[in-house]
Structures are given as C-alpha cells and as structure tokens.
C-alpha cells in the first residue's frame, strides 16, 4: 500500500515553456503532499506543502508564481514550472501523506527536468 | 528550527565490510519522528526506517541496523556484511510532529561499496 506515482520521469523542455508534474497516490486519499527538488549530489529540499482545497504554502526563497501547485483532488497535486529556464533543471520529488495520518513516508520515482 | 547533519560525505568500502553511517540532529520538539532513506542511482527514495522519539531501543532487519540515541542526538546507521546492491546515497531525516511530516534532510552520504 501507500503508493506515489509521478508522471514524467524525465522531460526536457526549451527554455520559456512551462512544464506540469503530477503526484498522484494511487491507492490512498492525500490531504497532503509535499514538493521536493534535488540539485545534483545535494540534498532535497522542501519547495511547498500541498493542501488539497487550498492553497500550497512555499518554502522561504521559492517564487510560488514560478511554480504553480495545485491540490485539487485527494489523490493528485500538480507542479508546475512556469516559464522554464536552465537553472530551473533538477530533480523535482513529491512525497504524499495519507489522510488518515501518516508520516509523510511515501514518495514519488521523481522527475528530471532538463531545460534547454 | 530543525538541523540533520551527516558529516560522512562519500565512504567506500569493499564488499562484505560492515559500515556505519552518522546521523546527528537537532530540533526543540519533544516529539518528532527521525527517518533513513536509500537513494539509488535512478532517484527514487527507498523507505529505510522510522523512528519516534519516545522508542529509544535499537532496531535490526536483516543486514541493516540502527542505533538511536537520544542523549547525543545521534541516530546511526549500520550496514553489515555490504553488497554492491548497498551502493547508493543515504539520507538521514527528521520530521516535525503531526500527520503533515515536512521533513527536513541531511546532505546525505553516498556509500560505494565494490568487489
């Protein structure tokens, strides 16, 4: 149980375009989720908690216009990297907890976003 | 406002070495949960443990082994008899209480582990 499937894997995407990544759990009801991104051989670092029916609250430093979340079921949240640039490639991972309570365990394969 | 350090950057070590992984943390909250994860070369976040913070007993599956340590703050990673399948970053992580766990990471350390 408790699984997170993120659909793409990888994208690639020409600078200026905007590119969507979805979170869903598949066989449990999210309340929340939470957006991660990974430079290369760093560490993850929180981006935004998704609340489903609400608004997603960002980490100190990240631009929410930039990157659009959007809970709008209890199995899906959506990011979206708007007007995409180089320094916008990384590895974005979302993690979903279950409504019942959980702790948040669960992730996503990720995806790898490379912008040319 | 909470801190995991995992001063181990990079450890190599050959095939059926035992090998442990540091974890120090920090955080005010009495009650938080601390968490490893196995990530492989494809990304993925692989589940390893959680810990809360009242359950102080050390904790063994298989080839793994965790020691937790309140009084140092220290939750340790134990990896006996390594196999190249072991290869991989780890990362140690603490979260807050609550249902909602935002967790926060340490830099992870990457273990190589060759014939």
């Known amino acids: 149980g408790a699984v997170v499937s993120q659909h793409p894997s990888r994208v690639i995407c020409k600078s200026g375009t905007s590119v969507k990544i979805e979170c869903r759990s598949l066989d449990f009801q999210a309340t929340t989720m939470f957006w991660y991104r990974q430079f290369p051989k760093q560490s993850l670092m929180l981006m935004a908690t998704s609340n489903e029916g609400s608004k997603a609250t960002y980490e100190q430093g990240v631009e929410k216009d930039k990157f659009l979340i959007n809970h709008a079921s209890l199995t899906l949240s959506t990011l979206t990297v708007t007007s995409a640039h180089p320094e916008d490639s990384s590895f974005y991972i979302c993690?979903?907890?279950?409504?019942?309570?959980?702790?948040?365990?669960?992730f996503g394969s990720g995806t790898r976003l490379t912008v040319v | 406002a909470q801190k995991v350090t995992q001063a181990q950057t990079e450890i190599s070590v050959v095939e059926k070495e035992d090998v442990t992984l540091d974890c120090v943390y920090e955080?005010?909250?009495?009650?938080?949960?601390l968490f490893w994860y196995k990530q492989p070369p494809s990304g993925e976040l692989v589940f390893l443990i959680r810990?809360?913070?009242?359950?102080?007993q050390n904790e063994i599956s298989g080839r793994y082994s965790w020691n937790f340590q309140k009084s140092t703050s220290s939750f340790n990673f134990t990896i006996t008899a390594s196999q190249v399948v072991d290869s991989a970053v780890y990362f140690c992580?603490?979260?807050?209480?609550?249902?909602?766990?935002?967790?926060?990471f340490g830099t992870g350390t990457r273990l190589q582990v060759t014939l």
């Open positions: 810990r809360n913070s009242f359950d102080e």
């Open positions: 955080t005010r909250d009495t009650t938080y949960y």
């Open positions: 992580a603490l979260s807050e209480p609550g249902t909602a766990s935002k967790l926060t």
């Open positions: 993690s979903a907890s279950p409504r019942t309570g959980g702790y948040g365990y669960t």
